[in-house]
Structure formats: C-alpha cells, structure tokens
C-alpha cells in the first residue's frame, strides 16, 4: 500500500502531498506528546521490538487471488500491543526506514502513507475499544480485533486510491473500485493473522499486552 | 537489553524461514498500476537497498536476508532511541 513518488507527478498531487506532509506531522507531534503522557516503562523495549517485527513482516508478502500478493500491514497489531500514539509513532518509524533505506515508500508521498499506514492504523485501536466497551468476553475482543485490522486497511486503500488518483487516466472511478476489491481480500489475511498474533501473545505472556487493558476492563488513562 | 537480543534472534530466525516463501506478486497498489497504467515519473531518491536487495550479494535469497537484517537492526536501534526519548520526562 506504500505509495512511491512516481506516483506523484501532477501539481495537484504535489499539493495533495505536502498537505498530507503537514497533517500527518501535527498529528505526530499530537501522537507524540500523548505518547508521553502515557509512557510507561513496560513499552520501552516493547516499542522497538514490536517495530522491527513489523518491518520483518512486511517483507513477507502471502499471495492472495488474481496474481496478486499483500503483506500484513501491522497497525492495529501495534495498537493493541502499544496503545494509540505509541503505536502511530512506532508505524512512523517503519515507514521512515523503509523509505530511506529501501526507497518503499516515496519521500513526497511520505506524508501520505504515514497517514493510510501509521494513524489509521494507530487509531484502529479505538474501534476495538468501542466495540468491546464494558463487555469483556474473549469472542467479542478477538472478533473486534479482526474488525479493526480489516477495517483500518480498508480506510487505508479508500484514501490511498484518491491519493493516488491523479497519476491515471480514469482517475478515483479506476483507482477505488480495484484498489477496494484487492485489499477487502488482503484485509481477511490481515485481520487473520493480527488476531493470530496477539492471542498467541496474549496466552504467552498477557502482561506484555498494555493494550489488553482493553480486554480486562481496566480503565486506562488513554 | 538481553530482551531486544532475544527478539533480534527470533526476528532474523522468521526471515530466515520465510523469505524464500514470500509472494514477489505485484502487490495491490502495483496491480492497480500495472492493471490500470499509470502515468509514473522518475523517483527522486531510490534508497540504498532498493527492492529490499544488496546490489553486491548476487544470490537473491542472500541478497534479501541481509538487507532484511540491516533493516531490523536499524528499525530497533531507533525504536530504543524514541522509547529513550519518549521517557526522559519521566
């Protein structure tokens, strides 16, 4: 779902670019001092782990129908293992590395993908949170967890196919309708394997998942 | 500092496995591009490990597990410099 600057040619997708510059950035410094607010020290090296896995799993695509592949996206995965803001700035920094170093990604539409990826994807947690408001049955939050990862790659490729609009010829009535279709199908695998992944983390070692204080109705200070 | 050890372990063991099993399918952004055609232009920065491969390591599999282990290590380095970061008024 990375968009490369190839992509972005046109003026109006450099306008487009560089306002989703300066929106994605406020929203990070607002991510950030959340983030500060409600740092605690069980997330320290959670943070940088959960990130390097995340980029390690990203490599990884799974092919789905039509010759196409999808690779797991993550951002609800780190919501839910980190909170909202953490998670956003944690998705930020993968997609800074993968842009520097790998050219995955573009530079000018940087400002673009850390908002379909990074905040979507952080603030997916809040749709697992009002989906198990007050009801604490393992279903229900395994469920949300799958909702909230289909939904957050759904978001994602709806803004990714304006974003990207421009660059062709039939412009949002080719990019929504084929970019909705392959990732509806790569959104099952995602939601698939975050609930996989954080069940598993969940029976393993429950105490690493901060966000779990979702599941035991603690309420926190988010 | 011990876990993050363990967990470069763990991390560099998953891409070891399943590298050679990864889909090098177009992914769904590329699919539409290439379905669809987009007008592209010139990218002005192509990284250092582009397609996640380093130009010097001839084997593919080789080439890709060393460029996937770069980045890891660099994604945690960071990640424990933001975690720092984010703690220091603590």
Redesign the interface.
Known sequence: ?????????NNTSIVLAVIMWIFSISIFVWS?KK??QT?T?S???L???S???V???Q?????IA??????IVGGTFLAVLLGPY?AI??MT??L?????????G???AFGMNMFNIAIIGGLSYFIIKALTRKNYSQKLFISSIFIASWVSVMLG?MI??VE?SP????GLG??LP??LM??GI?GVGEGAITTVLLTSIQRLNPTILGGLSLLKGRTDKI | MKKIFIALFLIVAFLIILIPFASSNPDGLEKVVETYGAHESQSPWNGIMADYSIFSIENQYVSTLVAGILGVIVVLITGLLVSKALAQKH
Do not use: E
């Open positions: 779902m990375h968009i490369y600057d190839g992509l972005i040619l950030w983030a500060q740092y020290r997330i320290t090296a943070l940088a782990i990130s390097a896995f980029f390690a799993a490599m990884i695509n799974f092919p039509f010759g196409t592949s999808g690779h953490a700035l944690s920094l993968v800074g590395m993968q842009a520097l170093f790998f050219a995955d573009g530079i000018v490729a990714t196919s990207i660059a062709f010829t039939g080719v990019t084929s970019m392959l990732y790569i």
